[in-house]
């Protein structure tokens, strides 16, 4: 069973859209979520991330937005750009524990078609 | 920003040979990580190091694994022997604290 899931391994916007990508997880416990972007032949980076604590995280093109009673978040990013397209990892961890042992989901493969 | 350095990038050995995968973390990490993505799944956890002990090893972490860092220097996972189930590519990564991990490029392992 997965305890990090996300819903679709691939989605295709137009250059310009918002693209949403959807995670949810099963461990209450859980309170540190990163989404790390990851291009072919590279490693993941971090691209954002947020604490249960909190319901929504912008940094410029890219929103966190977190819903903790239904243990779901997305990652929005507006106006998208074809260099925007790579892998979405979405990631979850328990502070404190073990260093940050962090749990991704499968991932999901954005396109951005210009 | 900050890197993680990873040698080799890609290694192909027959199955039953040992194979070392070195890390240089980021130079003032305490936190060190190996993670095994097979092509096309996501990554799983394998193993955290932090103050000269494994901290936590997942059930992908076989007794032919072993992790360590002597004297500092290259954070290295050894597997030995190699079965045909480790084909993978295995990714480092470094933390300052308990916070973000810096990922290196991956280690790519083939085993024939």
């Known amino acids: 069973q997965q305890q990090v899931r996300q819903s679709s391994q691939s989605l295709t916007v137009w250059e310009g859209e918002t693209a949403i990508l959807n995670c949810s997880y099963e461990?209450?416990?859980?309170?540190?979520f990163p989404w790390y972007q990851q291009f072919p032949g590279e490693g993941p980076a971090l691209l954002i991330a947020?604490?249960?604590?909190?319901d929504k995280k912008e940094d410029g093109r890219f929103t966190i937005f977190f819903n903790k009673r239904e243990k779901n978040l997305s990652l929005h990013i507006k106006d998208s750009q074809p260099g925007d397209s790579a892998t979405y990892f979405c990631?979850?961890?328990?502070?404190?524990?073990?260093?940050?042992?962090?749990?991704f989901g499968i991932g999901t493969l954005l396109s951005v078609k210009p | 920003g900050p890197k993680v350095l990873q040698i080799p990038s890609h290694q192909i050995i027959d199955m039953g040979q040992m194979v070392t995968l070195n890390c240089d973390p980021v130079?003032?990490?305490?936190?060190f990580y190996w993670y095994k993505q097979i092509l096309g799944q996501q990554m799983e956890f394998l193993v955290n190091?932090?103050?000269?002990?494994?901290?936590?090893k997942s059930k992908l972490f076989k007794d032919q694994f072993s992790v360590e860092r002597p004297d500092g220097s290259y954070f290295t996972l050894k597997i030995q022997p190699t079965a045909l189930e480790d084909s993978a590519v295995y990714f480092c990564?470094?933390?300052?604290?308990?916070?973000?991990?810096?990922f290196g490029e991956g280690s790519k392992l083939t085993v024939l």
């Open positions: 990564a470094s933390s300052l604290d308990t916070g973000q991990l810096y």
């Open positions: 461990n209450s416990a859980f309170d540190y």
């Open positions: 947020i604490r249960s604590v909190s």
């Open positions: 990631a979850a961890s328990v502070s404190g524990s073990s260093g940050n042992k962090l749990i």
């Open positions: 130079s003032n990490h305490l936190y």
């Open positions: 190091f932090y103050n000269g002990k494994v901290m936590e």
